[in-house]
């Protein structure tokens, strides 16, 4: 057992007997599938261990990560989807903010919050780029499939939004549009498997750093 699950299945048991909570095998398994998926990439990145704290918590349900490299989710998030679902763009999402060194402070005054948040949503956009690689690297599919999950994910996302079924998460572009129109313009080589979303105005730098990105990418590859 790597060092990584063994300190993450301790924290976990500890949170799950304070919440009174147990895994079933099921769960179980799904967090174990999730460990190994989280050492794979902080490995893969040189970054610390993430733990993984699983019990009953105030707040969202949807995982989160927080300073120290804990991601703390419910135990419903172990709970199996229906066929061709998953959390795998949630937890590749989360894994990002680790590895790209994303701070968790709100702005300490009202002064900055509002350059604070433009920051914040362009740590999301970053983020949810990031994701794709790190599901190519966690899950070992080609960059093709998991720019598709992401793509999927957020689409998803963007409907429950709409039905006003799950709400905005802090940070996060209000239009949730901005979050698919930023991926499709960082992976143009999937523009055929992608659908643009309607979307308000969105902020000048979302093209502008789509656009360095792509020059970064394109001269990696020829590397």
Known sequence: MSRSVGRGAWLAGLLLLAGCSHLTVGQQAH???????ASRVTEHYGVSDVTFLVGDQEGPGGGAMRPGGLMT?????LEPLP?????DFLLA???AHWVLGHAYRRAPDEATTSMWDAQQERRELDANAEAVKILVIGRHWTERRAFFHAHAYLWSYRRGVAAR?????????ADPCVEINDLIRRYPAYHDIADACPSWPEPRWAEHAARRDGVQSATHDVR
């Open 165 to 173: 079924v799950v709400g905005v998460p802090a940070g996060h572009p």
């Open 93 to 95: 999402h989360e894994l």
């Open 31 to 37: 967090l174990d599938d999730w460990q190994r998926f």
């Open 83 to 87: 066929a061709g679902q998953s959390r």
């Open 73 to 77: 989710f419910k135990v419903d998030m």
